[in-house]
């Protein structure tokens, strides 16, 4: 086991074991060698290409930073806590493999400039990831959608029965919401794909650096215009977070609804096996596990937004210790909206089951046609806030009766008003009420086929 790192000459000992440990950050920074990797070899090749070393130095450098890749995919490569963080251990490593040479690779870098690159390149390669995963989810809504345009679903306001809807619509505002989470992270990723790299440790370098060599090595969009804000912004990450965060808050909903939806007081949906668990002790019960743990899990990644927030707040400039607690925060929120948008996507593409003759019975056995019957009015001359009073009224008298409003007689409708007439019955037939809101993004199954086609289009953007 090699030795704990000493720092300078002027340190005349070695950190006190536990506060080595407390100060480490390998055992989670591992998860960005790759980057730093990355990162390290297009500042090795600039460094030789500016002279600042030898052409063959730099190549010696790049072929040993390859090696360790190699040796970390292979796992024979395993700092443990003496290397402090990811970026040590590599170092360290460099030099054992190319000798003193690998002393070189740290001219006219900082770690400042070094895990901020490091971040932004990991959370690029996320970025595009969690868009990946949306986008399957947004295809299988857009199928099962597809699939449902004429099925029926009531529709709620504080969770009270609304006015019916085409489950196609209901899907299609979930793809709608997922459809702004990739295009608010297109949008974060511009602000990530920046390269602080030759900020070194917040004043810039003495040395003849080119940071747009470096960044155009790297694939950035460009570089931070300011040392200091380029070692110390975290904004890129809080955004990411909150990105995230929102992500996580649309499937939090949704999975709230299946969760209502497969209780036996609703049964819209039957959760298949594949996707449930049963109870240890009740042996008839079959629970939604799924979407439960998505819901659970959105306090956790909205947690890390608040936690990143509260890290920067008081942070003067530039890099201070506190900036290593943002990678777990990141870590963690990554996997954690991976995860759970996989498992949506499994959920509503083979674990739950729309049970459509439920659905049937249940929107026709409300009142939530009574809209229809002010609208059938108005749309007959009279003034909408009268029509809405009389409808009020019939309500109230039909539910004493215990009926519905289709179980009225044409007299007892026109005693209410005499415009009813017998087409009335049909306006408000559950399939005719949805049909008739035919207005731009309603639910109307026109409007829905033309919010279908417009979803096929926004598929097709990456
Ligand atoms: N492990 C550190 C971090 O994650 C790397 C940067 C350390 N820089 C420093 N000046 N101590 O933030």
């Not at 808050?249 to 996707?275: A, G, N, P, T, Y």
């Not at 008003?417 to 306006?427: R, W």
Request: hydrophobic residues 40%; charged residues 25%.
């Amino acid at each position: 086991m090699s030795q704990q790192q000493t720092w300078s000459q002027r340190f005349e000992s070695s950190l006190h074991p536990a506060i080595a440990i407390f100060n480490a950050s390998i055992g989670f920074d591992i998860e960005l060698i790759e980057y730093d990797l990355t990162g390290s070899i297009a500042h090795a090749r600039m460094l030789g290409r500016t002279g600042i070393i030898s052409p063959q130095e730099a190549e010696q450098l790049t072929a040993g930073l390859e090696q360790i890749r190699q040796e970390y995919n292979s796992g024979q490569f395993t700092p443990g806590v003496e290397a402090e963080d990811v970026h040590f251990a590599v170092e360290r490593r460099l030099t054992e493999i190319v000798g003193d040479v690998g002393k070189k690779l740290h001219t006219a870098r900082s770690r400042n400039d070094q895990v901020g690159t490091d971040i932004r390149l990991y959370l690029r390669a996320q970025i595009q990831q969690i868009c990946t995963h949306i986008r399957q989810f947004q295809q299988v809504l857009l199928q099962l959608a597809e699939q449902n345009v004429e099925t029926l679903i009531p529709g709620y306001t504080h969770l009270q029965r609304a006015q019916p809807l085409s489950l196609a619509h209901h899907l299609l505002a979930y793809f709608q919401m997922l459809q702004r989470d990739w295009d608010r992270l297109k949008d974060v990723y511009k602000r990530v794909n920046i390269s602080p790299l030759g900020s070194g440790a917040l004043a810039g370098t003495t040395f003849p650096i080119d940071r747009h060599y470096t960044a155009e090595l790297l694939e950035f969009d460009g570089v931070y215009a300011n040392s200091l804000d380029g070692v110390s912004d975290r904004d890129f990450a809080i955004e990411f977070a909150c990105a995230a965060s929102i992500i996580m808050v649309h499937l939090s909903r949704l999975s709230e609804e299946v969760i209502l939806w497969s209780s036996e007081e609703f049964s819209f949906v039957k959760l298949k096996d594949s996707c449930a668990t049963g109870s240890s002790i009740m042996p008839q019960k079959k629970n939604p596990d799924v979407p439960e743990l998505v819901r659970g899990k959105t306090g956790r990644v909205c947690g890390h937004l608040q936690g990143l927030l509260m890290l920067m707040k008081g942070l003067p400039l530039a890099y201070n210790k506190d900036l290593q607690e943002d990678k777990e925060a990141l870590f963690d929120t990554v996997k954690t909206v991976k995860a759970c948008l996989e498992a949506m996507a499994i959920l509503f593409q083979e674990g739950l089951e729309f049970r459509t003759t439920r659905l049937a019975e249940a929107v026709a056995e409300d009142f939530s046609n009574a809209t229809d019957v002010a609208d059938y009015l108005a749309a007959r001359g009279v003034p909408f806030r009268e029509a809405y009073n009389l409808v009020g009224k019939v309500v109230k008298t039909s539910l004493a009766a215990g009926k519905l409003l289709k179980d009225l007689t044409i007299q007892e409708w026109q005693e209410l008003h005499p415009a009813f007439a017998e087409d009335i019955y049909e306006a408000i037939a559950p399939r005719q009420v949805v049909a008739a809101r035919n207005s731009y993004g309603g639910t109307g199954f026109a409007q829905v086929e033309k919010a279908i086609a417009i979803a096929r289009t926004q598929l097709e953007a990456n």
